[in-house]
């Protein structure tokens, strides 16, 4: 029988032929990571034996204090949420892992939980490994339709909500302020878990930073999920969870049963890059290179796609969401030709949970020059017009 996570293979179809250009895969660009930093920070640890070691040795599975502290100290502050302990952070394998984990914790097989239409491909995958039933709520260009939140939850009782508040994967949209005060007010009015997942947010490159959903949080029924690999480095695998001291206690269980603890080196350099203030020098640099792929992206959409195309621009993050005029092919039919176009890209039926989708495709354009970002729209749109009825 053919599985979820087979149909997303095929719909991702990441390709290994190398003259084919990958826009399906979410990758950070090459200039974002700090490989000089990390060179640095590796030859530091490494040379004293105390800090070698320490990297090299088992340590507490919720994370190494360091970094914990970093994050507390220099990340949430940037979220609206100050005075954050160490105690209510917990590091993870990767922004992936907080989701595993918090379904560890808290879904049974059968269980429901609420999802943004459409959602990102491979949370829902997590949740179905979970045997968790997917529904998802409609939104707007402001994120969840509350009333529509209102009617989804009376219908279904779910276990869980699950949002990405900023330049969403893969709509783009980012959640307005009151939205994120009303989910907040809605989570801890229905004393429902709310999964905050957040790891786009520090690369807005047009509006207004907004505080999270987690500031807003009075009860604790909020846990804010965010990822070092597009702040950082991907390879590393790195992100966290905060949440109550409570949540944490149960989530450290899981982490525990599962792998241990992630890999001190990484968490060590993490902190330190952290601590050092490296971040916050390099985070401008960042937002001002995605900046400039995503004009080169929007332009080229424009101009080699058909007319009627649609696609909104996001404030920051790394795709585009074309959804495409009647008359074109279904995407992911489209995508089935791409050795012939030599473009992959996600088709978007692979975001949806009700069948929606096919004349949607998300783009991915962080890590190409403006030149392969141009040359493979044109080769993409010139396709699909091709093929219009
Ligand atoms: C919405 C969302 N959550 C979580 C992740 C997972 O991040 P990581 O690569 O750190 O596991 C991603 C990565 O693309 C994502 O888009």
């Given at each position: 029988?053919e ?16 003259d084919v ?7 950070p ?5 700090p490989l000089?930093e990390i060179?640095e920070l590796?030859?530091d640890?490494l040379?004293?034996?105390?800090s070698?070691y320490?990297a090299l040795q088992y340590?507490?599975?919720?994370g190494l204090?360091?970094l914990?502290?970093?994050v ?5 502050p940037?979220r ?5 302990k160490?105690s209510?952070v ?15 914790v ?7 939980i609420?999802?943004e ?5 491979q949370?829902i995958?997590?949740?179905?490994l ?11 260009d402001?994120g969840?339709?509350m009333?529509?939140l209102?009617?989804?939850f ?5 276990k869980m909500?699950y949002?990405i508040p900023?330049f969403?994967n893969?709509?783009g949209?980012?959640?307005s302020?009151?939205?994120?005060k009303?989910l907040?007010?809605?989570a801890?009015?229905r004393?429902v878990?709310?999964?905050e ?6 690369l807005r490159?047009?509006g207004?930073?907004?505080p999270s959903i987690?500031?807003?949080?009075k009860?604790?029924n909020?846990?804010f999920?965010?990822?070092?690999s597009k702040?950082?480095s991907p ?6 969870l905060f949440?109550?001291?409570e949540i944490?206690?149960h989530v450290?269980d899981?982490?525990t049963?599962t792998n241990?603890h992630v890999a001190?080196y ?9 601590k050092r203030?490296?971040?916050e ?9 995605y900046?400039h792929k995503?004009?080169?992206a929007?332009a080229?959409i424009v101009k080699?796609f ?7 621009r996001p ?6 969401w074309v959804r495409l005029p009647?008359g074109?092919?279904d995407t992911?039919?489209?995508?089935e030709?791409k050795?012939?176009?030599?473009v992959?890209f996600v088709?978007g039926?692979g975001?949806?949970?009700n ?9 991915s354009f ?5 030149e392969q970002i ?9 396709y ?6």
């Amino acid at each position: 029988m053919e599985n979820f996570a087979s149909v997303v293979r095929k719909l991702f179809q990441a390709t290994t032929a190398p003259d084919v250009l990958n826009f399906a895969t979410g990758s950070p660009a090459n200039a974002s990571i700090p490989l000089e930093e990390i060179r640095e920070l590796s030859r530091d640890i490494l040379e004293q034996d105390a800090s070698g070691y320490r990297a090299l040795q088992y340590n507490d599975p919720q994370g190494l204090i360091d970094l914990r502290e970093a994050v507390a100290e220099k990340l949430l502050p940037r979220r609206g949420i100050s005075g954050a302990k160490p105690s209510q952070v917990m590091i993870t394998q990767g922004g992936m892992e907080t989701l595993t984990l918090s379904c560890h914790v808290f879904i049974d097989p059968g269980d429901v939980i609420l999802i943004e239409e459409p959602s990102f491909t491979q949370a829902i995958e997590t949740f179905k490994l979970f045997e968790a039933n997917c529904v998802s709520v409609e939104c707007d260009d402001n994120g969840m339709l509350m009333d529509d939140l209102a009617a989804k939850f009376d219908q279904y009782k779910p276990k869980m909500i699950y949002v990405i508040p900023s330049f969403q994967n893969p709509a783009g949209r980012t959640t307005s302020l009151e939205r994120r005060k009303a989910l907040a007010e809605f989570a801890n009015a229905r004393d429902v878990i709310l999964l905050e997942d957040d790891p786009y947010v520090e690369l807005r490159y047009h509006g207004e930073d907004l505080p999270s959903i987690k500031s807003f949080d009075k009860n604790g029924n909020v846990i804010f999920c965010n990822s070092f690999s597009k702040i950082f480095s991907p390879g590393m695998r790195l992100g966290y969870l905060f949440a109550d001291e409570e949540i944490i206690s149960h989530v450290y269980d899981a982490k525990t049963a599962t792998n241990s603890h992630v890999a001190v080196y990484n968490q060590m350099l993490a902190a330190e890059y952290l601590k050092r203030g490296m971040f916050e020098n390099r985070i401008g640099f960042i937002r001002d290179l995605y900046k400039h792929k995503a004009d080169v992206a929007a332009a080229s959409i424009v101009k080699y796609f058909p007319e009627g195309s649609h696609f909104v621009r996001p404030e920051g993050g790394l795709f585009f969401w074309v959804r495409l005029p009647e008359g074109c092919m279904d995407t992911t039919e489209i995508l089935e030709h791409k050795d012939e176009f030599k473009v992959s890209f996600v088709a978007g039926a692979g975001f949806f949970v009700n069948g929606k989708g096919h004349d949607c495709m998300r783009l991915s354009f962080g890590n190409f020059s403006d030149e392969q970002i141009d040359a493979g729209m044109h080769r993409l749109g010139d396709y699909i017009k091709a093929t219009r009825e």
